[in-house]
């Protein structure tokens, strides 16, 4: 390997930390990306829908009912970064069938839902969150899910 240069999964996750720079969540900043054959087709961060106050504006609903992470996503007015990334590659007209998904934190049960109908095949994550379920569905699907570990710790 030439020096200094990222192995595939390292180089697509600090893209995906880059990503997650952009986000507008007040609780945790999440990137999300979608790679086929080594191609990035969609990113996506967390963060109030397009035209929207953002929660710095309008503060967080979930922090001031102190609800714990990973629950009661629908009092959230943000997207996830999975989400969003599924969208761009809709809204570009980019299929996503067959593609990995990166993302700096371990999917929940509503993004799973969504990135299994959406035909991704695989998951590569670092962070950890909340939500065994995700990872049972994940299962059933047969979609592989790996826990990045970067080579830099």
Not at 31 to 46: E, H, M, P, Q, S
Not at 73 to 96: V, Y
Request: positive net charge; aromatic residues 6%; proline residues 5%.
């Amino acid at each position: 390997m030439e020096p200094n240069r990222p192995e595939w999964d390292s180089y697509f996750m600090e893209i995906t930390h880059v990503v997650a720079r952009r986000s507008t969540c007040l609780r945790r900043q999440v990137g999300a990306i979608i790679v086929l054959d080594k191609r990035i087709l969609a990113t996506g961060y967390n963060g109030a829908p397009s035209n929207l106050p953002h929660c710095g504006e309008v503060g967080c609903l979930r922090a001031k009912l102190k609800v714990p992470s990973g629950e009661r996503h629908e009092l959230c007015r943000g997207l996830h970064a999975e989400q969003n990334a599924i969208i761009q590659a809709a809204l570009h007209g980019s299929s996503i069938k067959g593609a990995t998904l990166y993302c700096t934190h371990q999917p929940c049960v509503v993004c799973a839902k969504m990135i299994i109908n959406a035909g991704i095949v695989e998951i590569v994550y670092e962070g950890e969150y909340p939500d065994s379920l995700s990872q049972e569905m994940f299962d059933q699907a047969g979609i592989k899910v790996r826990v990045f570990r970067s080579d830099k710790k």
